[in-house]
Protein backbone atom coordinates (compact mmCIF):
# COMPACT_ATOMS: atom_id res chain seq x y z
CA UNK A 1 0.00 0.00 0.00
CA UNK A 2 1.40 3.59 -0.70
CA UNK A 3 0.19 7.19 -0.30
CA UNK A 4 -0.29 9.53 -2.95
CA UNK A 5 -0.30 13.34 -3.40
CA UNK A 6 -3.45 13.49 -5.39
CA UNK A 7 -3.95 17.51 -5.39
CA UNK A 8 -2.56 20.60 -4.08
CA UNK A 9 -3.56 23.94 -3.19
CA UNK A 10 -2.74 26.90 -1.38
CA UNK A 11 -3.87 30.11 -0.03
CA UNK A 12 -2.10 33.90 0.92
CA UNK A 13 -3.62 36.76 2.11
CA UNK A 14 -3.91 39.52 -0.26
CA UNK A 15 -2.12 42.29 2.10
CA UNK A 16 1.46 42.98 0.78
CA UNK A 17 4.09 44.11 3.52
CA UNK A 18 7.53 45.16 1.80
CA UNK A 19 10.55 45.38 3.02
CA UNK A 20 10.27 49.63 2.79
CA UNK A 21 6.96 49.05 5.38
CA UNK A 22 9.03 47.23 7.50
CA UNK A 23 11.75 49.71 7.38
CA UNK A 24 9.26 52.39 8.88
CA UNK A 25 8.18 50.65 12.16
CA UNK A 26 12.01 48.80 13.08
CA UNK A 27 15.71 50.64 11.79
CA UNK A 28 16.37 47.86 9.20
CA UNK A 29 16.41 48.75 5.13
CA UNK A 30 15.25 46.54 2.55
CA UNK A 31 19.57 46.01 1.41
CA UNK A 32 19.52 44.45 5.02
CA UNK A 33 16.41 41.87 5.10
CA UNK A 34 17.02 41.12 0.94
CA UNK A 35 20.72 40.46 1.98
CA UNK A 36 20.79 38.16 4.70
CA UNK A 37 17.52 36.28 4.19
CA UNK A 38 16.51 36.50 0.32
CA UNK A 39 12.72 37.96 1.70
CA UNK A 40 11.05 41.52 -0.29
CA UNK A 41 8.01 41.55 1.23
CA UNK A 42 5.41 38.49 2.66
CA UNK A 43 1.51 38.83 3.04
CA UNK A 44 -0.18 39.68 6.20
CA UNK A 45 -3.53 38.45 7.05
CA UNK A 46 -5.90 41.15 8.18
CA UNK A 47 -9.24 39.44 8.27
CA UNK A 48 -8.21 35.94 7.81
CA UNK A 49 -8.26 33.68 10.99
CA UNK A 50 -5.33 30.49 10.63
CA UNK A 51 -8.74 28.10 10.24
CA UNK A 52 -10.57 30.07 7.49
CA UNK A 53 -6.73 30.45 5.32
CA UNK A 54 -6.78 26.37 6.02
CA UNK A 55 -10.17 26.25 4.35
CA UNK A 56 -9.07 28.36 1.35
CA UNK A 57 -6.03 26.53 0.67
CA UNK A 58 -7.93 22.68 1.72
CA UNK A 59 -10.54 24.21 -1.00
CA UNK A 60 -8.59 24.55 -3.63
CA UNK A 61 -6.53 21.23 -3.17
CA UNK A 62 -9.79 19.50 -2.97
CA UNK A 63 -10.72 20.37 -6.15
CA UNK A 64 -7.48 19.95 -7.66
CA UNK A 65 -7.85 16.54 -6.52
CA UNK A 66 -11.12 16.05 -7.58
CA UNK A 67 -12.45 15.17 -4.50
CA UNK A 68 -15.54 16.01 -2.40
CA UNK A 69 -14.94 16.32 0.93
CA UNK A 70 -17.37 14.18 2.29
CA UNK A 71 -14.87 11.71 0.41
CA UNK A 72 -12.14 13.10 3.23
CA UNK A 73 -11.77 10.22 5.88
CA UNK A 74 -8.77 12.38 8.01
CA UNK A 75 -7.52 15.80 8.25
CA UNK A 76 -4.31 16.84 9.70
CA UNK A 77 -3.38 20.17 10.45
CA UNK A 78 -0.28 21.34 10.90
CA UNK A 79 0.32 24.43 13.04
CA UNK A 80 2.15 26.57 15.67
CA UNK A 81 -1.22 29.32 15.74
CA UNK A 82 -4.48 27.55 15.82
CA UNK A 83 -7.03 30.86 16.29
CA UNK A 84 -7.94 29.11 19.73
CA UNK A 85 -6.55 26.61 21.79
CA UNK A 86 -9.29 24.24 21.43
CA UNK A 87 -11.25 23.14 18.60
CA UNK A 88 -8.40 22.00 16.66
CA UNK A 89 -7.66 23.92 13.37
CA UNK A 90 -8.18 20.60 11.68
CA UNK A 91 -11.74 20.21 13.29
CA UNK A 92 -12.95 24.03 12.19
CA UNK A 93 -11.74 23.24 8.90
CA UNK A 94 -13.71 19.93 8.91
CA UNK A 95 -16.55 21.93 10.03
CA UNK A 96 -16.45 24.83 6.82
CA UNK A 97 -15.87 22.22 4.42
CA UNK A 98 -18.48 19.85 5.71
CA UNK A 99 -16.07 17.18 5.32
CA UNK A 100 -18.51 15.05 7.55
CA UNK A 101 -16.72 11.73 7.10
CA UNK A 102 -13.15 12.64 8.67
CA UNK A 103 -12.09 12.81 11.92
CA UNK A 104 -9.49 16.06 12.14
CA UNK A 105 -6.69 16.46 14.38
CA UNK A 106 -3.58 18.65 14.41
CA UNK A 107 -0.02 18.16 14.64
CA UNK A 108 2.50 20.87 15.96
CA UNK A 109 5.99 20.40 15.08
CA UNK A 110 6.20 24.20 13.72
CA UNK A 111 7.85 25.09 10.72
CA UNK A 112 8.49 21.03 10.20
CA UNK A 113 4.95 20.65 10.89
CA UNK A 114 3.72 19.56 7.67
CA UNK A 115 6.75 16.99 7.16
CA UNK A 116 5.72 15.62 10.46
CA UNK A 117 1.90 15.59 9.45
CA UNK A 118 2.94 13.93 5.94
CA UNK A 119 4.86 11.17 7.74
CA UNK A 120 1.69 10.74 10.13
CA UNK A 121 -0.45 10.36 7.33
CA UNK A 122 0.97 7.97 5.79
CA UNK A 123 1.93 5.59 8.56
CA UNK A 124 -2.21 6.11 9.22
CA UNK A 125 -3.27 5.39 5.20
CA UNK A 126 -0.17 2.00 5.67
CA UNK A 127 -2.34 0.53 8.63
CA UNK A 128 -5.20 0.68 6.47
CA UNK A 129 -7.15 2.78 8.65
CA UNK A 130 -8.09 5.54 6.24
CA UNK A 131 -8.27 6.22 2.36
CA UNK A 132 -8.27 9.36 1.60
CA UNK A 133 -6.26 12.33 3.46
CA UNK A 134 -6.23 16.33 3.71
CA UNK A 135 -3.19 17.63 5.41
CA UNK A 136 -2.84 21.24 5.95
CA UNK A 137 0.58 23.42 6.72
CA UNK A 138 -0.64 26.67 7.62
CA UNK A 139 0.41 29.70 9.97
CA UNK A 140 -0.84 33.01 11.16
CA UNK A 141 2.79 33.94 12.38
CA UNK A 142 2.43 37.86 12.28
CA UNK A 143 0.04 37.30 15.10
CA UNK A 144 3.07 36.27 17.11
CA UNK A 145 5.93 38.21 16.11
CA UNK A 146 6.66 41.43 18.39
CA UNK A 147 7.01 43.98 15.49
CA UNK A 148 9.31 45.84 17.69
CA UNK A 149 11.60 43.46 17.05
CA UNK A 150 13.66 44.15 13.82
CA UNK A 151 15.43 40.48 14.77
CA UNK A 152 12.82 38.42 13.86
CA UNK A 153 10.18 40.77 12.71
CA UNK A 154 11.45 40.81 9.06
CA UNK A 155 11.28 37.04 8.61
CA UNK A 156 7.59 35.60 9.14
CA UNK A 157 4.48 36.12 7.22
CA UNK A 158 1.54 34.19 7.05
CA UNK A 159 -0.09 32.03 4.58
CA UNK A 160 -2.01 27.93 4.40
CA UNK A 161 -1.02 25.68 1.84
CA UNK A 162 -2.62 21.70 1.68
CA UNK A 163 -2.41 18.55 0.02
CA UNK A 164 -4.98 15.59 -0.39
CA UNK A 165 -3.40 12.43 0.15
CA UNK A 166 -4.85 8.90 -1.43
CA UNK A 167 -3.77 5.04 -0.71
CA UNK A 168 -2.84 3.31 -3.44
CA UNK A 169 -1.85 0.22 -4.60
CA UNK A 170 0.98 0.59 -7.12
CA UNK A 171 4.19 -0.08 -5.83
CA UNK A 172 7.10 2.34 -6.35
CA UNK A 173 4.19 5.81 -6.72
CA UNK A 174 3.63 8.31 -3.89
CA UNK A 175 5.71 7.93 -0.33
CA UNK A 176 8.65 6.50 -0.68
CA UNK A 177 10.55 7.11 2.66
CA UNK A 178 10.71 9.59 5.38
CA UNK A 179 12.60 10.67 8.43
CA UNK A 180 11.66 13.20 11.13
CA UNK A 181 13.36 14.20 14.38
CA UNK A 182 13.82 16.57 17.55
CA UNK A 183 15.32 18.01 19.65
CA UNK A 184 13.80 19.41 22.96
CA UNK A 185 17.34 20.39 24.78
CA UNK A 186 17.20 23.03 21.84
CA UNK A 187 13.90 23.86 22.88
CA UNK A 188 14.85 27.64 23.96
CA UNK A 189 16.60 28.08 20.32
CA UNK A 190 13.76 29.13 18.73
CA UNK A 191 10.47 30.08 20.60
CA UNK A 192 6.75 31.08 21.65
CA UNK A 193 5.88 31.50 25.62
CA UNK A 194 3.04 32.98 26.87
CA UNK A 195 4.55 35.87 28.69
CA UNK A 196 2.59 35.52 31.84
CA UNK A 197 0.33 32.02 32.19
CA UNK A 198 -2.66 32.35 33.72
CA UNK A 199 -2.91 32.71 37.84
CA UNK A 200 -5.38 30.85 39.75
CA UNK A 201 -4.22 32.33 43.07
CA UNK A 202 -2.91 35.95 41.40
CA UNK A 203 -6.43 36.43 39.35
CA UNK A 204 -4.06 37.21 36.60
CA UNK A 205 -4.97 36.62 33.13
CA UNK A 206 -2.88 35.13 30.52
CA UNK A 207 -0.88 37.74 28.30
CA UNK A 208 0.18 36.02 24.77
CA UNK A 209 3.94 35.62 23.76
CA UNK A 210 6.00 36.68 20.72
CA UNK A 211 8.25 34.67 19.17
CA UNK A 212 12.01 34.47 20.29
CA UNK A 213 15.06 33.43 18.32
CA UNK A 214 18.66 33.04 18.54
CA UNK A 215 19.04 33.53 14.87
CA UNK A 216 22.55 32.10 14.13
CA UNK A 217 21.72 28.92 16.71
CA UNK A 218 18.98 28.13 14.12
CA UNK A 219 20.72 29.06 11.31
CA UNK A 220 23.62 26.60 12.10
CA UNK A 221 21.06 24.06 13.00
CA UNK A 222 19.32 24.20 10.23
CA UNK A 223 22.44 24.00 7.39
CA UNK A 224 24.20 20.88 9.01
CA UNK A 225 20.49 18.68 10.65
CA UNK A 226 18.90 19.34 7.42
CA UNK A 227 21.74 17.67 4.80
CA UNK A 228 22.39 15.06 7.86
CA UNK A 229 18.98 14.41 7.57
CA UNK A 230 18.25 14.19 3.65
CA UNK A 231 21.28 12.15 2.94
CA UNK A 232 20.49 9.27 5.37
CA UNK A 233 17.02 9.13 4.05
CA UNK A 234 18.49 8.69 0.42
CA UNK A 235 20.32 6.50 1.73
CA UNK A 236 18.11 4.31 3.26
CA UNK A 237 16.34 4.03 0.25
CA UNK A 238 19.03 3.44 -2.12
CA UNK A 239 17.92 6.64 -4.01
CA UNK A 240 21.22 9.15 -5.01
CA UNK A 241 20.29 13.10 -5.36
CA UNK A 242 21.12 12.85 -8.85
CA UNK A 243 17.58 11.16 -9.32
CA UNK A 244 15.60 13.91 -7.20
CA UNK A 245 14.49 16.51 -9.61
CA UNK A 246 13.47 18.80 -6.41
CA UNK A 247 14.68 19.19 -3.05
CA UNK A 248 11.37 21.50 -1.38
CA UNK A 249 12.86 22.65 1.12
CA UNK A 250 10.74 24.57 3.99
CA UNK A 251 11.57 28.86 3.05
CA UNK A 252 13.36 30.22 6.02
CA UNK A 253 16.08 31.63 4.46
CA UNK A 254 17.70 32.03 0.69
CA UNK A 255 21.25 31.47 2.51
CA UNK A 256 20.12 28.66 4.34
CA UNK A 257 18.83 26.36 1.35
CA UNK A 258 22.15 27.92 -0.73
CA UNK A 259 24.22 26.23 2.25
CA UNK A 260 22.27 23.08 2.19
CA UNK A 261 22.70 22.92 -1.30
CA UNK A 262 26.40 23.15 -1.02
CA UNK A 263 26.36 20.27 1.55
CA UNK A 264 24.57 18.06 -0.24
CA UNK A 265 26.81 19.33 -3.66
CA UNK A 266 23.72 19.61 -5.81
CA UNK A 267 22.78 22.93 -7.73
CA UNK A 268 20.11 25.93 -6.69
CA UNK A 269 18.51 24.71 -9.80
CA UNK A 270 17.26 21.51 -8.21
CA UNK A 271 15.77 23.65 -5.11
CA UNK A 272 13.05 26.09 -5.84
CA UNK A 273 12.40 29.18 -4.23
CA UNK A 274 9.50 31.56 -3.31
CA UNK A 275 10.73 33.10 -0.13
CA UNK A 276 11.30 36.92 -1.80
CA UNK A 277 7.33 37.09 -2.01
CA UNK A 278 6.53 35.26 1.45
CA UNK A 279 8.73 34.96 3.31
CA UNK A 280 8.80 32.33 6.07
CA UNK A 281 5.15 31.17 6.34
CA UNK A 282 6.14 28.46 8.84
CA UNK A 283 3.68 25.15 8.19
CA UNK A 284 2.71 26.67 5.42
CA UNK A 285 5.87 27.34 3.51
CA UNK A 286 6.48 23.65 2.10
CA UNK A 287 2.81 22.91 1.02
CA UNK A 288 2.38 26.36 -0.54
CA UNK A 289 5.57 25.63 -2.69
CA UNK A 290 4.64 22.74 -3.73
CA UNK A 291 1.40 23.91 -4.85
CA UNK A 292 3.26 26.70 -6.80
CA UNK A 293 4.81 24.20 -8.68
CA UNK A 294 2.14 21.97 -9.27
CA UNK A 295 -0.18 24.54 -10.62
CA UNK A 296 3.15 25.75 -13.20
CA UNK A 297 2.91 22.39 -14.90
CA UNK A 298 6.59 21.75 -12.80
CA UNK A 299 5.75 18.20 -11.84
CA UNK A 300 5.34 15.34 -14.21
CA UNK A 301 4.35 11.83 -13.32
CA UNK A 302 7.61 9.66 -11.92
CA UNK A 303 9.55 13.21 -10.73
CA UNK A 304 11.17 12.03 -7.59
CA UNK A 305 11.05 15.19 -5.22
CA UNK A 306 12.45 15.32 -1.36
CA UNK A 307 10.29 17.59 0.69
CA UNK A 308 12.62 18.97 4.05
CA UNK A 309 11.79 21.27 6.83
CA UNK A 310 13.23 22.16 9.95
CA UNK A 311 12.12 24.54 12.82
CA UNK A 312 11.50 25.27 16.52
CA UNK A 313 11.31 22.24 18.97
CA UNK A 314 13.89 21.91 17.56
CA UNK A 315 12.39 19.48 15.11
CA UNK A 316 13.82 18.40 11.14
CA UNK A 317 12.54 16.08 8.43
CA UNK A 318 12.64 14.99 5.06
CA UNK A 319 10.25 12.66 2.80
CA UNK A 320 11.07 10.94 -0.22
CA UNK A 321 8.13 11.44 -3.32
CA UNK A 322 7.74 10.24 -6.26
CA UNK A 323 5.00 12.38 -7.95
N1 LIG B 1 17.87 44.98 10.16
C1 LIG B 1 19.07 45.54 10.36
N2 LIG B 1 19.95 45.04 11.23
C2 LIG B 1 19.59 43.94 11.92
C3 LIG B 1 18.34 43.30 11.76
C4 LIG B 1 17.47 43.88 10.83
N3 LIG B 1 16.26 43.36 10.58
N4 LIG B 1 18.29 42.23 12.57
C5 LIG B 1 19.45 42.18 13.22
N5 LIG B 1 20.24 43.20 12.83
C6 LIG B 1 21.59 43.54 13.28
C7 LIG B 1 21.92 42.97 14.63
O1 LIG B 1 21.44 43.79 15.66
C8 LIG B 1 23.42 42.94 14.57
O2 LIG B 1 23.89 44.22 14.81
P1 LIG B 1 25.24 44.45 15.67
O3 LIG B 1 26.33 43.80 14.86
O4 LIG B 1 25.34 45.92 15.74
O5 LIG B 1 24.99 43.76 16.97
C9 LIG B 1 23.71 42.62 13.10
O6 LIG B 1 22.51 42.96 12.38
C10 LIG B 1 24.04 41.19 12.84
O7 LIG B 1 23.10 40.39 13.51
P2 LIG B 1 23.13 38.83 13.40
O8 LIG B 1 22.03 38.26 14.24
O9 LIG B 1 24.53 38.36 13.64
O10 LIG B 1 22.79 38.64 11.85
P3 LIG B 1 22.83 37.33 11.01
O11 LIG B 1 23.78 37.48 9.92
O12 LIG B 1 22.91 36.11 11.86
O13 LIG B 1 21.38 37.37 10.37
C11 LIG B 1 19.28 36.27 10.67
C12 LIG B 1 20.24 37.29 11.22
C13 LIG B 1 18.08 36.19 11.59
C14 LIG B 1 18.82 36.71 9.28
C15 LIG B 1 20.00 34.88 10.55
O14 LIG B 1 20.64 34.58 11.76
C16 LIG B 1 19.04 33.79 10.22
O15 LIG B 1 18.43 33.79 9.17
N6 LIG B 1 18.89 32.78 11.11
C17 LIG B 1 17.92 31.75 10.91
C18 LIG B 1 16.58 32.23 11.39
C19 LIG B 1 15.45 31.40 10.88
O16 LIG B 1 15.43 31.02 9.74
N7 LIG B 1 14.47 31.14 11.76
C20 LIG B 1 13.32 30.38 11.45
C21 LIG B 1 13.67 28.97 11.29
S1 LIG B 1 12.30 27.99 10.96
Known sequence: ??????????????????????????????????????????RISDSFGTSQMAAEASKRALENAHVKPEDID?????????????????????GILGAVNAVGMDVSAACSGFIFALSTVDAMIQTGMYKTALIIGVDNLSKIVDWSDRSTCVLFGDGAGAAVVRACDENGQGIIGGQIGSDGKKAAVLSCWSRTMGNFLTGKKPEPGYIVMEGQEVFKF????????????????????DEVKYLILHQANYRICESIARRLRISMDK??????????????????????????GKLKKGDKLVLAGFGAGLTWGAVLVEW
Not at 11 to 37: G, K, M
Request: hydrophobic fraction near 40%; glycine fraction near 8%; include cysteine.
Open 1 to 42: MGTKIIGTGSFVPDHVVTNNHLAELVETSDEWIRSRTGIAQR
Open 271 to 296: IPMNIEKYGNTSGASIPLLLDELNRE
Open 222 to 241: AVKKVPECVEALMESMGIGM
Open 74 to 94: LIIAATSTPDCCFPSAACEVQ
